[in-house]
């Protein structure tokens, strides 16, 4: 049912698809069935790698990405479920003798990997370069224009927007509503945005279904996929979906690891 829920929102667009964009983790720091963490998998011809929470070397393996071309990641923020797959990423590349790691991140990403990486004498060696960015910083990477824009969490986190061939996709990271976000969203192809929790649940630092299609709406966006679903959410992804849609007027589904969308 959801591959063919992803084939009714994008089959008429088939034509001119010219990215994909792989959901490797959905889900949250706690485990739950068909959801690892963090980490969107982006490809034109080259790869880009969103956040990479635990679970992410695995998914990479099971889409069969070569190793030898991941060599960028971009993350929003240093929780957990977001970064546990770093320095196993970054090994993993070291001793397959593959050219260094390129990481961007909020400002604290350097000390970050610098203290996980001293927990490990033997990687001294390994090539690791780490660009801290900081709100509405923008640059060019993999053939993608990339612009970070601050995100409401409870640490500091980014959301980015990535323009390539006259296509748009954002990744709000973990956000609670905000006018950034939204701003940074508009007229984007797809917009992957974090649902943490279903209604009625009242939280911070996170988003809701209804939260969320209010913020978007009247933004143009073509299609929205939702991710960073905790357990409450099981059972309510349907649901959770049509109450974006209903307040947004966008095509929205919800994620799950694999789900592959072309546009």
Known sequence: MRSHEVNLLLGACKKYMSLKITMLGTGVGIPQPGRSQAAVLVENDRALLLDCGAGTLLRLDEVGVDLEALDSVLLTHLHLDHVSDLLALANARFLADMPGLQIFGPQGTEAYFKIARSLYPNLDKMSVAVQELKPMDSFTLKGFDIFAEEARHSVTALAYRLESEEKIIVYSGDTQPCPRVAALAKDADL??????????????????????GSMIKNLGIKRVVLTHLYPQAQGCEDEMAEQVIDLSGAPTIVGWDMMSVVI
Do not use: R, W
């Open 191 to 212: 917009l992957i945005h974090e649902c943490s929790f279903p209604e009625p649940f009242d939280v911070t630092n996170h988003t809701t279904p209804k939260k969320l």
